[in-house]
């Protein structure tokens, strides 16, 4: 086990960094169900964490605890080696992290380049009467933030879509707006639900390589939730095994693969 | 083949972002612009300023406010005439109180009083969402009306229970009171209502009015993102309160000149404007100015046709327009959910392909 | 027993009357919001085209008469006839289902699936058409409303004097309670536990909660949504046309009938949109608490006139601290 504060060099040569966020016994009750049981996980810097198990494992509910949208009942985040105090989802996005939605939480009404433009929403300080004047400041700010937007309309290879209201795109396009739009917000940590829900091979495999693309070339950690086993394995230099809010299982793919809890959950326990 | 966007290139991220990209828009604006300020003013007579003139850019500007609330930012309002009401007294108070005052300053200040009690309605809406909220702010309609009427010292104890504008002016040109010229009153007004289009039209593109759609259109993915709920759903509440407020303002101190409270800004008013937004097109700034000049005309068009050509009983023609209203809002709803904007829009695509469709 | 006491009781009786016909009207829009997601704003101005319409029949007015008069020129005003009032009550049931099937053949059918924020806006422009036709048809100036079983034997009006005097005997203080209002509430009562058996004990009944619980899953098993829909208008339009009974004899049927539907909308947020128990008891509570609240504070302190915006506020403050209303679920927000 590497120490907390270490670096150290992946077998492809990509530096991790020491832990940026870490979970401490998280524990999270709806009513009488415990939908996270005293789960505890880090996340380092640079790398690509994931967190899987099957339906129901309570995976979500982890990423919504980490983004501030479930106030856990017991437990601590710790979050660039401070204890986090409870938080509103938007504070805590203005800390740096976004995410993606499982269910395309997209703004329908909204052109996709507004949309990606709602991303760099924790960046824009203006205040409200220097845009009701717009000259100056407030355009000043506008151009300058999509400047950004646009390098991430470009590197997600959407340009061609930037003034088509969202609601008129297909299911995987709407998939690559919504990670422009996390994107856009350069976060330092990034969190992915399901990216690969619902699509094909082929946009899977796209997919992939925009997520290994954004880790390699933003340095960006990313945290995701994903189902198919293959694709977390290939992607992800560590992986957590949850199986009915409990943790089962956590270490590299490789490590995980060989658990006998692991596979006892994905494939059945044969009962003697 | 009149209408084209060939050859007409934008080159930087300031020219694509501009009001109207398109360089015909451009110009026909300017020539709306040029017409409005330069050749109506000195063409007009009383009956039109009266009638049409001064009612449509009043109800345009609350219109807007309105529009930024429901079309904008998705918080559906019906406590419009409450408000209006709040801008007309605060107008009032100022314009007795301090009379050597210019009527800009009061009206404006008007608009700053009533954004403050909008932002008191409106913080209910980070609990009350939808249509809770919406029968919610009936509370402000009914309470306000209630208020301004109840307690004297609103209508400065006046008999009637009335409030009535004194005579006042603005750099020495009267624009209250029965002296009034018909070009001053209508200049007066269309330098808010430009004002208000300008101011709006800024806010609805920059981030703050994203933050609004966001929360307009998925108010949790919103916060997740980073969007403070309660501050985004306050700016609506206290900019559209801004715009309603001046245009109660404008519509007590110089379109009526007496208003007596639950006649002029009762939930009829409310009504009025929301079906403006709706016809018009909500969420935008050209629907909101087109579903106010629709139902500013609405009724004198089916005047004159009921009243002076058929020759039918008033109430018979009031009635029947409660019909026609109440037809199209469904219409609209049903055919077309973004109004007129959305007509003309539709219409605009069609014509830059004609006549080569292909 | 303390004279200010025995008013306050007075008032609260009174209130409770008050309250069983916003109760009532309630019942209207929960029923419609249960089965199909509109809240139908329209509710008040249905019981308004009701009792028009009822008014119109037993006393044998030719519809749209004025109308007709301006077009042609002509002087036609009365059949000349008066109806019974139960055949008059008969017609009216029915020009409420046909109002019913039309309701949800030109506007809702093509409606299905809008956000309910739309699907609200309509019925306010249905409200507005109705109203329109309502004074187009049957001619907007006040109306008496007597609803007669028999020669001589009518709804009741003004004070109960058994009421009052035995409780002046009892308490030395008569109580004044109005004759009417005891009748709407049993009426009220007889309705509520009707529509409350019609649901749970009837096919339809059953079909319509089905609904109302998932509409894709009721369709799977073979209920026709169409058929639902039409029935709950008819029955929120019967709804609507007792309460317009009810109040058109209290104060005449004129447009103010109308905003008895303002005075639901309070109600609503209170009980929740979706409870039948809540839209009674919010009823009773917001119908007590405006008039206790007129009597002992807003006429002695405020000046009066309370009623017009005590209930939202009551309803506003109550929604700020428990938004889903009296007995509505807590919900939990997923994403």
């Known amino acids: 086990m590497k120490d907390q504060a270490d670096s150290y060099v992946t077998e492809d040569g990509r530096t991790i960094g020491p832990v940026v966020m870490e979970m401490k016994n998280i524990t999270l009750r709806f009513g009488g169900v415990e939908a996270i049981k005293d789960i505890s996980f880090d996340i380092r810097e640079g790398e690509i964490r994931a967190i899987i198990g099957p339906n129901g494992a309570g995976k979500s509910s982890m990423l919504n605890v980490i983004s501030g949208f479930y106030v856990p009942q017991e437990g601590e985040v710790w979050y660039k080696g401070a204890r986090r105090p409870s938080m509103k989802p938007f504070e805590v996005a203005q800390q740096g992290i976004a995410r993606t939605f499982q269910n395309i939480a997209l703004f329908e009404g909204m052109s996709v380049l507004d949309n990606v433009m709602t991303g760099r929403l924790t960046h824009m300080k203006t205040g409200i009467f220097s845009q009701a004047l717009w000259k100056g400041a407030a355009e000043r700010e506008e151009i300058a933030n999509r400047e950004v937007a646009e390098r991430i309309i470009d590197f997600l290879e959407i340009q061609a879509i930037r003034k088509t209201p969202v609601s008129r795109l297909p299911y995987g396009l709407k998939k690559r707006v919504e990670l422009a739009r996390a994107l856009a917000a350069e976060p330092s940590l990034l969190l992915l639900d399901e990216p690969m829900a619902g699509m094909n091979v082929e946009e899977k495999e796209d997919m992939s390589r925009f997520i290994l693309d954004v880790n390699d070339e933003f340095g960006t950690t990313i945290a995701l939730i994903e189902h198919d086993m293959g694709v977390v394995m290939d992607l992800s230099d560590r992986v957590v095994v949850m199986d009915y809010g409990k943790k089962i299982g956590d270490g590299t793919p490789q490590e995980v693969r060989n658990n006998k809890e692991v596979i006892d959950a994905y494939l059945g326990v044969a009962h003697e | 083949m009149f209408y084209r966007e060939a050859g007409d290139f934008n080159t930087t991220y300031a020219e694509d972002q501009q009001t109207f990209p398109i360089k015909f828009d451009r110009y026909r604006y300017y020539l709306v612009l040029f017409i409005a300020i330069v050749v109506v003013p000195f063409t007009v007579n009383d009956y039109w300023v009266n009638s049409i003139f001064m009612p449509f850019l009043i109800y345009a500007i609350a219109a807007i406010g309105l529009n930024i609330l429901v079309g904008y930012c998705g918080q559906v309002s019906l406590g419009t005439g409450g408000f209006m009401a709040v801008g007309a007294y605060a107008c009032y108070k100022l314009m007795t109180a301090f009379p050597e005052v210019s009527m800009f300053i009061h009206v404006l200040l008007a608009g700053g009083i009533t954004a403050m009690v909008g932002v008191l309605f409106g913080l209910p809406s980070l609990r009350i969402k939808g249509f809770y909220l919406a029968v919610a702010t009936l509370a402000a309609q009914f309470f306000l009306v209630w208020l301004f009427n109840r307690f004297p010292w609103f209508y400065n104890y006046s008999a009637s229970g009335q409030i009535s504008a004194p005579e006042r002016d603005t750099f020495g040109i009267t624009i209250t009171g029965p002296n009034t010229e018909a070009w001053a009153a209508y200049a007066f007004c269309l330098v808010f209502t430009i004002f208000s289009a300008y101011v709006a039209r800024n806010l609805t593109r920059g981030s703050v009015g994203r933050k609004w759609m966001a929360i307009r259109d998925m108010d949790i993915a919103a916060e997740i993102i980073g969007v403070n709920p309660l501050r985004a759903k306050l700016t609506a509440f206290a900019v559209s309160s801004f715009f309603i407020g001046i245009s109660g303002a404008l519509f007590f101190s110089i379109y009526l000149g007496a208003v007596e409270v639950g006649e002029a800004f009762g939930i009829q008013k409310s009504f009025l404007v929301l079906f403006m937004i709706i016809i018009g097109g909500l969420g935008s700034i050209f629907g909101s100015f087109a579903g106010a000049a629709f139902l500013v005309l609405l009724p004198v068009a089916l005047k004159v046709v009921g009243v002076d050509i058929l020759g039918w009983p008033t109430d018979i023609v009031a009635h029947l327009q409660l019909v026609i209203v109440g037809l199209l809002i469904i219409v609209f709803l049903i055919a077309e959910p973004h109004g007129i904007a959305q007509l003309w829009r539709v219409a605009k695509e069609r014509l830059r392909l004609w006549p080569f469709p292909h | ?335």
Not at chain 3, 79 to 107: D, E, K, N, P, Y
Not at chain 3, 267 to 296: D, N, R, W
Request: net charge negative; charged share 10%; glycine share 12%.
């Open chain 3, 1 to 335: 027993m303390p004279e200010q006491l025995a008013y306050t009781i007075e008032v609260f009786l009174n209130g409770l009357m008050a309250g069983v016909l916003y109760a009532l009207v309630a019942l209207g829009f929960v029923l419609i919001y249960k089965a199909s997601g509109i809240f139908n704003y329209a509710q008040g101005v249905m019981a308004l085209f009701a009792a028009m319409t009822l008014v119109g029949i037993q006393n044998g007015q030719v519809p749209f008469a004025h109308l007709i008069n301006a077009i042609f020129g002509t002087d036609v005003h009365g059949f000349g006839w008066s109806v019974h009032s139960f055949v008059a009550i008969l017609l009216t049931v029915v020009v409420m289902i046909g109002l019913a099937w039309a309701v949800q053949r030109f506007v809702f059918r093509h409606l299905v699936g809008q956000e309910p924020i739309i699907l609200f806006m309509a019925t306010i422009g249905l409200a507005y058409f109705l109203e329109g036709v309502a004074d187009l048809m049957w001619g907007s100036e006040l109306k008496s409303l007597d609803v007669c079983a028999a020669q001589g034997v009518c709804l009741p009006q003004g004070m109960n004097s058994w009421i009052d005097e035995t409780t002046f005997n009892l308490f030395g203080y008569g109580f004044f309670i109005d004759n009417l209002d005891i009748v709407a509430s049993i009426v009220a009562a007889i309705l509520v536990i009707g529509l409350v058996m019609f649901a749970q004990y009837t096919k339809q009944g059953r079909a319509m909660r089905a609904v109302a619980d998932d509409h894709q899953a009721a369709l799977s098993v073979g209920v026709s949504l169409n058929f639902i829909w039409i029935l709950v208008w008819s029955l929120a339009g019967f709804v609507a046309l007792v309460a317009g009974i009810m109040w058109g004899a209290k104060s005449g049927v004129q447009f103010s009938l109308s905003l008895i539907a303002l005075k639901a909308l309070p109600v609503l947020m209170l009980g929740g949109f979706t409870s039948i128990p809540g839209a009674i008891v919010g009823g009773l509570i917001i119908g007590v608490g405006e008039k206790l609240f007129e009597f002992l504070i807003g006429a002695p302190f405020l000046g009066g006139a309370t009623e017009n915006w005590f209930a939202y506020m009551l309803a506003l403050l109550f929604l700020v601290f428990r938004p889903q209303g009296l007995f509505g679920e807590r919900i939990i927000e997923r994403v």
